[in-house]
């Protein structure tokens, strides 16, 4: 008869375990002969131990190909018979890796910030209302583009087997540092007597295009390579737009996570195409994504509701748009060139031809 624990009944193990127990035995079976690895020892160093420092012996064998019934073991545990299977379905290397996961995590967790306390709001003085509409455009589009850059991780993360835990780690990281954006920006729109401006069908039509991407490769091209990539090059040229020190220190401090997640997605590209089982399908299937990218990314960009609060902010005033013109013209240069710099690390250098974003504005 099974036996009760109260009002529960109890698995034939636990049932026979409480009965050894009860007898004054103990089982010690996982003690005596789990066949991992034993006797691994990790020096820590002044940094600390970096996830990097214990992938030692077999623990490092971050494996091709994992198994999808493995439940959530971690990587080098002794596994049960019978795991149940939690559906993950990116279960290649290939397609999630990205050598620099791991230390790019190591790197988000020592930077982070807090949009609360680290941006000195109390600092932020009155703009004119041209400036401060500008402004205020620009931070209602950056908001919607954080929104996007948390989601689609998050949309893809869960799916993800818990061999590849480096990349788990970073995009869990990557998910805190754009909640933390999309907070300091909306936060800038709402505390200097503005507030939110319009949101484009454009801008919108776009991140749909991302979070419904087909594959989890093609929507971190598209995403982290193309759309985060060019968001970066604009926050570089926040010396530029930014009014006031507020202002510059937001885009900043920004600017450093951005880097990251460019970062991940640009080696995340190359090693899918260099570890693809059909090298020749995966670079179509990525051209395919980018050249849809770059459409919907000059659709988005090449708007009054994105140009011309840029225009405002470079010129110092809406009296300054148009010998501005120039200026916010070389910002979009550099987006395209630092756009195909990142092509080129990832293997994808025939961009430079198939590119739909035109090197220049026509304005
Ligand atoms: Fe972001
Ligand atoms: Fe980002």
Known sequence: MARKFGETEMAPRTAAYFEKLSQGKFDLDWFENTKTEWGVRVQPTKR?????????????????????????????AELDADLPSLGYRLNNKYEVWSVNAASLYEEAKTRQWNATTDIP?????????????????????????????????AKWMHQIHQNYHEVKCFLASQVIDEARHLEVFRKRALVN?????????????????????????????????????????????????????VDKRI?????????????????????????????????????????????????????????????????????????????????????????????DRAGVSERRQLCRLPAQLPM
């Not at 840029?310 to 240069?333: F, N, R, T, Y």
């Open 48 to 76: 600390g131990v970096l996830l990097n420092d214990i992938n030692v012996g077999s623990y490092g064998e971050v494996p091709e190909h994992s198994l999808p019934g493995t439940g959530m073991a971690p990587r080098g």
């Open 193 to 245: 007597g503005g507030g939110l401006m319009r949101a484009t069908k454009e801008a919108e039509d776009a991140l749909q295009a991302i979070i419904e991407a087909p594959t989890y490769s093609m929507a971190s091209s598209f995403m982290h390579v193309l759309g985060e990539g060019m968001v970066l090059s604009l926050f570089r040229a926040g010396e530029l737009i930014g009014k006031t020190d």
């Open 251 to 343: 885009f900043r401090m920004c600017m450093q996570d951005e880097a990251r997640h460019v970062s991940y997605g640009t080696m995340h590209l190359k090693y899918y195409l260099e570890n693809h089982p059909n090298p020749r399908a995966a670079r179509e299937e990525v051209n395919h994504i980018l050249s849809k990218g770059e459409g919907m990314m000059l659709a988005m960009f090449g708007v009054p509701e994105f140009l011309e609060p840029l225009m405002i902010l470079a010129g110092g005033g809406i009296e300054g748009m148009k010998d501005a013109k120039p200026a916010v013209g070389g910002i979009w240069q550099k987006m395209v060139h630092e756009y195909f710099g990142r092509c």
């Open 121 to 153: 709001w109390h600092e932020l003085r009155q703009l004119p209302e041209d400036l401060e509409r500008a402004m205020c455009q620009v931070c209602t589009l950056l908001t919607e583009v954080e929104f996007i850059a948390a989601d689609l991780p």
